[in-house]
């Protein structure tokens, strides 16, 4: 098992992987993954691998997967590291760890209904162009689903965390 | 994506596949698909149950669904996959969406334009239509990332080494160029993350070998991977000192010109790397597109 035992100990986000102990390091994912190519990664020490290693308090590369899958499907031990991605995201996400982008987008989707919002250059193009007007999207329907799925609780309490950092920030200074 | 940042090329979409034998339906309760990486990656539960919502709307009319982007195929045809493979995961999102006045069925096709014009519509009845062979004209398929992974997924092609998006491009008369990292990321997930560097670093790679390969244009199928390789490009050309510019063309821009519409209708002008002064203007020109 090539992880540090004080990881095995108390790293929640593996505990519940047991397969991670699949992987050999090959390398093969780091082969074809865009973070592996477009970052400071080698063939020793991919991306992937530094998932396992690292915590929720991930570093900015976390956030450039872009869920391509090449990673599951060039595995040859069948393990899924998407999954490690997708779990450390879920869990930074409820801690107001996520990048404000991410944070935004959520926002646009349920006040607006899309992740990017409108403006009037959008109006003066579509009417251009001869488009029908963009309807008003339901909203509320959203707002019911965030509701109980979780997710508008999820991002208040993000947002109070990232608040009450920040003011421990400025009253430590 | 489209409607908000890109609506020329909804307006090409409206003009080009009535001509293929799509009979299109606006349904205006649909929302964001959502997202697979902002929304699907952080959000599973909340992801699935809005794909579900939007599947529901379509069933309502009786309608199937054709989707102008990777990102939305991957996160309604991955919505219809779950919630067959699952039951209980089909009864806990209609819980919620009961709530909303809608139920997920599960009767209605989603697919992306790319597997159906491959698929339904069919190569040889792409090649009766053509009325303006794009002969001589050297492409560069980029099909992206979700629509080729997971292979299980779209059925569409094989992941590691892609040929029908080529075989889509070659019915128009046009030649498919192949270069080695045509199944790499455009990058985009970094750019829209806030990461300038990656994003231009993984494009100027891909640029630089389709570049090296002769092609005149890069053609996609994804409004994302469109914005990064046309203003993305702008971008990464800076930042990397590349001396070359290889605009980009959304395949249904392609299919048009070869239909016999110009290039004016299919609003080439609205590109950001500029069709004119490039092999690719050249090429049109003398097509009279």
């Known amino acids: 098992m090539l992880l540090r035992e004080s990881f095995q100990a108390h790293d929640s986000q593996l505990e519940p992987r047991a397969e991670v102990e699949y992987c050999l390091q090959c390398a093969v994912c780091g082969l074809v993954c865009v973070v592996n190519q477009a970052e400071a990664y080698d063939p020793r020490h991919t991306f992937v691998y530094d998932l396992f290693n690292q915590g929720i308090e991930a570093k900015e590369t976390l956030w450039g997967c872009p869920t391509c899958h090449k990673c599951e499907e060039r595995c040859p031990y069948n393990f899924r590291p998407l999954e490690l991605v997708k779990a450390h995201k879920e869990a930074a996400l409820a801690a107001g760890l996520a990048p404000e982008a991410v944070y935004g987008e959520l926002e646009s989707l349920l006040s607006t209904g899309s992740a990017f919002p409108g403006s009037n250059v959008t109006e003066r193009r579509r009417s251009k162009l001869g488009l029908p007007d963009l309807p008003v999207r339901p909203v509320n329907e959203l707002a019911i689903i965030a509701e109980h799925t979780g997710l508008a609780g999820k991002l208040a309490a993000a947002r109070l965390a990232q608040r009450l950092k920040k003011e421990e920030g400025e009253s430590n200074a | ?289």
């Not at chain 2, 799509?22 to 697979?36: R, S, W, Y």
């Not at chain 2, 149950?49 to 939305?72: F, K, P, V, W, Y």
């Not at chain 2, 993350?193 to 100027?204: E, I, R």
């Open chain 2, 1 to 289: 994506m489209i409607p908000i940042k890109l609506p020329h090329l909804e307006y090409v979409a409206r003009l080009v596949l009535p001509r293929l034998g799509a009979q299109l339906v606006d349904v205006d309760g649909f929302t964001c698909c959502p997202d697979p990486v902002g929304v699907g990656a952080t959000d599973p539960r909340t992801w699935v149950t809005i794909g579900a919502r939007n599947i529901s709307l379509a069933e309502e009319q009786g309608l199937d669904m054709l989707t102008l982007c990777n990102g939305c195929a991957y996160t309604l045809r991955h919505t219809v996959h779950d919630l067959g493979k699952s039951p209980e995961l089909r009864h806990q999102v209609n819980d919620i969406l009961a709530r909303t006045g809608h139920t997920y069925q599960g009767v209605s096709q989603v697919k992306h334009f790319l597997p159906w014009l491959a698929q339904d519509v069919g190569i040889e009845a792409i090649q009766r239509l053509v009325q303006r062979p794009l002969t001589g004209l050297r492409v560069a398929t980029h099909t992206g990332c979700h629509l080729l992974s997971p292979q299980y997924l779209h059925g569409f092609d094989d992941s590691e080494d892609p040929v029908v998006f080529d075989q889509l491009v070659a019915s128009l008369g046009a030649t498919a160029v192949d270069y080695r990292t045509k199944t790499a990321c455009c990058g985009i997930g970094f750019a829209v993350t806030g990461q300038a560097v990656s994003s231009d670093k993984a494009l100027s790679v891909k640029l630089t070998d389709v570049h090296a390969a002769g092609a005149d244009c890069i053609a996609v199928g994804c409004p994302f991977c469109y914005q990064q390789f046309d203003l993305g490009q702008l971008t990464a050309a800076r930042r990397f000192n590349l001396d070359f510019k290889t605009p980009v063309i959304n395949y249904l821009q392609l299919l048009g010109l070869a239909l016999g519409f110009s290039s004016v209708e299919m609003q080439l002008s609205e590109h950001r790397v500029r069709v004119e002064g490039t092999s690719f203007g050249v090429r049109l020109e003398a097509l009279g597109a």
